[in-house]
């Protein structure tokens, strides 16, 4: 790795993990930027996990340092997320590379208008985790697990949108409950990876370092301010990244 390109991860990890804290995404721009440095989508894939692994440690960290924590639920939804992540992983290493491109493309632009231009959720403002609606999260977390191990891109919506819909529950409960899922399937995700080697240690190391220092910048610029401006950026790139990411 050049020094070149380890300057490219640092800046685009840091505003990978910024998006993360402001609106989420960041995936979206990390997963192109590494196949157009030159990685198999395969190795992309992996090599991504690397920084989401270590970025979740200190998200699940910061969480319980502030005593915001649900547990067991936690545990009860991220194993079937762990078991989906293996069969998903298992996936995205024997793809090939213009399908897994094309297949991120959609991916990105789908998630992206999710994301930007999504309904409002009308929920119970109270509190429901009762036995019937955990399985339920059970159930839509196992192929949640299966989507994060096979691309990642966009887990985060997806999870928010799942815990708000089913449980009613607030954002930081919500938030906490998906830095340990993703934290504990992208082990198993890393794993496959790692097994079937997929994985780019030098350039997965660089970018979690970015990623890190983006978090924390991110986390504390965002209070009180609006994301309008980083979704306008974002969906800017992401169509840009897409059309690449089919076309060529």
């Not at 993990?17 to 190795?43: D, H, Q, T």
């Not at 697990?145 to 009613?168: D, E, K, N, P, R």
């Not at 919500?174 to 899922?181: A, C, G, L, P, R």
Request: proline share 2%; glycine share 10%.
């Amino acid at each position: 790795m050049s020094l070149f390109e380890g300057m490219l991860l640092v800046f685009a990890g840091a505003f990978a993990g910024f998006v993360n804290s402001i609106a989420g995404g960041g995936s979206l721009l990390i997963m192109p930027l590494l196949i157009f440095m030159g990685l198999p989508s395969a190795e992309a894939n992996g090599t991504n996990r690397v920084a989401i692994f270590i970025q979740n440690i200190f998200s699940v960290a910061g969480y319980r340092s502030k005593g915001v924590y649900v547990f067991p639920f936690a545990i009860y939804v991220a194993i079937p997320a762990i078991i989906g992540a293996i069969i998903g992983s298992n996936i995205a290493v024997d793809i090939g590379d213009k399908v897994f491109n094309r297949i991120l493309a959609v991916v990105m632009l789908v998630v992206m208008a999710i994301s930007i231009f999504r309904p409002s959720i009308n929920i119970d403002p109270s509190e429901i985790i009762n036995k019937k609606k955990t399985w339920m999260s059970v159930i839509v977390f196992f192929f949640l697990g299966i989507y994060g191990g096979f691309i990642q891109a966009g887990i985060g919506f997806l999870i928010i949108a799942t815990l708000t819909s089913i449980h009613g529950l607030n954002m930081a409960k919500t938030n906490s409950i998906k830095v340990f899922v993703i934290l504990c399937y992208t082990v198993a995700a890393v794993i496959v990876f790692y097994l079937e080697d997929k994985i780019r240690w030098e350039y997965g190391l660089t970018l979690a370092a970015g990623n890190s220092v983006g978090a924390w910048i991110g986390s504390r610029w965002s209070v009180g301010k609006s994301d309008k401006l980083i979704r306008l950026i974002l969906l800017v790139m992401v169509i840009a990244l897409s059309i690449k990411l089919w076309f060529f």
